[in-house]
Every structure is written in structure tokens, then in C-alpha cells.
């Protein structure tokens, strides 16, 4: 029987069995302004489901204060790019265990992060402040110009999507992605 089984179908990350992709300490379900986010008291990295992911870039664009002086921090590393970029294996998702991923936009948030396009993100300690940052700094500006070494950079590579002022970053394809219609929450 499964008396203790209140839960709707697919929200089983409500009943508080995520572990943690990176270390599988437990994941503690915790209020963050009016969505929740999945918290490893261990390694200290989050997981926050797709819907709330949006909620969450939606109410801080919008100005609305969140707590995020209760986020934890990681202490400031030297080389954080190749820290979290090199170092970290890929995670996988804590909702459907594939293997996420790694959007690395490092230099134009200070993020990297792990996404399973489906249920949500992964974010290590201390990347989500940086990515809403960036988030809030395209919504208003409209974009982010870039800087002369990035445009050297888009015309070294020959990039398609080198027009600058369309260009999406990966993040904003991925939380298109996510928010589009995804399956169901992970609350
Ligand atoms: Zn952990
Ligand atoms: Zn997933």
C-alpha cells in the first residue's frame, strides 16, 4: 500500500526523495520566495524545477525582493571558470536520472549550469544570483552588447548566430525550453 502516497502523479520530488546529483546527500525542499527549490545541505548546489526556475527569473526581473542573501555561497576561487567547467563532472537529472546539460555561458553570467530541459536546473553553490543578474541585465537592456573581444571571438568562429543583436544566449534558449510546456513541476 502506499498510504503515505498524497502526492499527484510526477510530483514525487514533493515527497522528499531528490538526492543530489553531485554528492547524493539528501535534497530539502525550501521556500524561495513564492516558488521552492531543492537544497543540498552538503555540496551546497540546488535544484530548482522548471516552473519554479521561471517563476523565480520572473518575479526578480519584475523587482520583487527574494531572499537570496539565505542562498549559500561558495568561497571565491581564483579560477572559478575551470573550477566548476573542468573539474565538475555533468550531473544528472534529479528527476528523471539523464544526464543534463552543461550550459556554459561563463562569460556573459559568471554560470554554468545544468539543465534537464524537461524537469528543471542544477545549479552548484553560488551560481544562481550571477545567472539572474544576467538574466535581469538583458531583460533591461534588451541584450547585453557585447564586448570587442567576444565580437573578435563570434567572427574568429564564424558563427552563424554571431548577429549581435539577436543573439540568444544558451540560457535563453533552454529556459524557452523549459517553460514552454514542460511535463509537469518539480515542486
Ligand atoms: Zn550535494
Ligand atoms: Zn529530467
Redesign the pocket.
Known amino acids: 500500500m502506499c498510504g503515505a502516497d498524497n502526492a499527484s502523479a510526477g510530483d514525487a520530488a514533493s515527497m522528499g526523495g531528490l538526492l ?1 546529483p ?2 547524493r ?1 539528501s535534497l530539502t525542499p525550501k521556500p524561495f520566495g513564492r516558488a521552492s527549490i531543492h537544497a ?1 545541505g ?2 551546497r ?1 540546488i535544484f530548482v524545477g522548471a516552473i519554479q526556475f521561471s517563476m523565480i527569473i520572473h518575479d526578480y526581473v519584475a523587482g520583487v525582493e527574494l531572499p537570496l542573501g539565505a542562498l549559500p555561497v561558495n568561497p571565491p576561487s581564483a579560477h572559478p571558470e575551470q573550477d566548476v567547467a573542468k573539474v565538475l563532472p555533468i550531473v544528472t537529472c534529479v528527476a528523471c536520472v539523464r544526464e543534463m546539460d552543461r550550459t556554459n555561458f561563463a562569460s556573459r553570467s559568471g554560470a554554468i549550469v545544468d539543465v534537464c530541459s524537461k524537469h528543471g536546473i542544477w545549479l552548484d553553490a553560488g551560481e544562481l544570483v550571477p545567472m539572474l543578474h544576467f538574466v535581469k541585465t538583458r531583460a533591461d537592456l534588451g541584450k547585453v552588447p557585447l564586448t570587442e573581444a567576444e565580437l573578435a571571438t563570434e567572427r574568429e568562429l564564424g558563427r552563424e548566430r554571431a548577429e549581435s543583436d539577436v543573439r540568444v544566449s544558451l540560457l535563453e534558449i533552454t529556459l524557452e525550453k523549459m517553460t514552454r510546456a514542460p511535463p509537469y513541476d518539480v515542486r
Request: proline share 0%; glycine share 12%.
Open positions: 543530489c553531485r554528492c546527500s543540498c552538503s555540496c548546489g
